[in-house]
T-cell receptor, first 110, second 115 residues
Framework: EDKVVQSPLSLVVHEGDTVTLNCSYE??????LLWYKQEKKAPTFLFML????IEKKSGRLSSILDKKELFSILNITATQTGDSAIYLC??????????FGAGTTVTVRA | DGGITQSPKYLFRKEGQNVTLSCEQN?????MYWYRQDPGQGLRLIYY???????QKGDIAEGYSVSREKKESFPLTVTSAQKNPTAFYLC??????????????FGEGSRLTVL
């Protein structure tokens, strides 16, 4: 069975801190890894990574994939209270199945 | 506006009753998905479909059924065989390229409570 493990499960930081979220996986025939942000109900897309070692950036968020070691990290720099959310990692495997991790709950305090 | 519409947003049912959750998309996406989310847990895949009249079981398909008769519609039925149906259900769609699933677009979810 495909496995996606995120760590930590939760963390609390202060505004301006940098956050690093981890996602490790064991899947059959890896196709892609995706990061989502869930604030209230519907998760919203952040990044999709398919190639190892290539960093994707969007403002204060960045992510990188290591296909050899089977993990990805999501970095958030200069955190703001609006960054408080659940961050979900998903991995696409054979048959185009997308499996999600349990998520990391990030709380940013003013 | 293009998007995914789930209904109802909130639903209560008695034990032993079947219930159907609606999911409609007007994004012209080929692939559609149903996930279940429980408190403190991530999204678990129930069923997914990449093309009309075809669908596959996910990790927790037992007690659920789906149909894909039209490209824009992917209803989920929670049957009485589902042991613990109280949960938040999310429907999603994506443009399946044949290589990757790509970005998932999610609906606002349906919260089912079994009394």
């Amino acid at each position: 069975e495909d496995k996606v493990v995120q760590s930590p499960l939760s963390l609390v930081v202060h505004e301006g801190d940098t956050v690093t979220l981890n996602c490790s996986y064991e899947v059959t025939n890896f196709r892609s890894l995706l990061w989502y942000k869930q604030e209230k109900k519907a998760p919203t897309f952040l990044f999709m990574l398919t190639s190892s070692g290539i960093e994707k950036k969007s403002g204060r968020l960045s992510s990188i994939l290591d296909k050899k070691e089977l993990f990805s990290i999501l970095n958030i720099t200069a955190t703001q209270t609006g960054d408080s959310a659940i961050y979900l990692c998903a991995v696409e495997s054979r048959d185009y199945k997308l499996s999600f991790g349990a998520g990391t709950t990030v709380t940013v305090r003013a | 506006d293009g998007g995914i519409t789930q209904s109802p947003k909130y639903l209560f049912r008695k034990e032993g009753q079947n219930v159907t959750l609606s999911c409609e998309q007007n994004l012209n996406h080929d692939a559609m998905y149903w996930y279940r989310q429980d408190p403190g847990q991530g999204l678990r895949l129930i069923y997914y479909s990449q093309i009309v009249n075809d669908f596959q079981k996910g990790d927790i398909a037992e007690g659920y059924s789906v149909s894909r008769e039209k490209k824009e519609s992917f209803p989920l039925t929670v049957t009485s065989a589902q042991k613990n149906p109280t949960a938040f259900y999310l429907c999603a769609s994506s443009t399946w390229t044949g290589t990757n699933t790509g970005e998932l677009f999610f609906g606002e979810g349906s919260r089912l409570t079994v009394l």
